[in-house]
């Protein structure tokens, strides 16, 4: 069964860090592309980066640009979140995904983990 696993959340004070990882059961096709998504309580499922396995291409959130760096390690099937700078605002469930499509759109990601909190304390 696919399956993806998200770690590294927490609870950590406004303009400290945290990195997330994601780690699939299987090996991520080279034609794949791995996102971060978040859904703050009361508040839809938003984007938050993404990166193509093959080439590394990234693209970011306007919102996180800047503070947060979306990584691969294909050898591990693992994508990571490297979340600086961070603001009570980015307090959510954070949830890997894979897909095949260059997309910030959550329905265009068919597999995804259980998620992981993340808080951010003032």
Known sequence: Q??????G????????????SCTASYRILSSSVMGWF??????EREFVALIRWH????????????????????????????MNALKVEDTAVYY????SQYSNSPSDYRTWGQ???VTVAS
């Open 2 to 7: 696919v399956q993806l696993v998200e770690s």
């Open 38 to 43: 978040r859904r703050a309580p009361g508040k």
């Open 9 to 20: 959340g927490g609870t950590v004070q406004a303009g400290g860090s945290l990195r997330l």
């Open 115 to 117: 998620g992981t909190q």
């Open 96 to 99: 890997c995904a894979v897909g």
């Open 55 to 82: 080439s590394g291409t990234t693209l970011y959130a306007d919102s996180v640009k800047g503070r947060f760096a979306i990584s691969k390690v294909n050898a591990e099937n693992t994508v990571y979140l490297q």
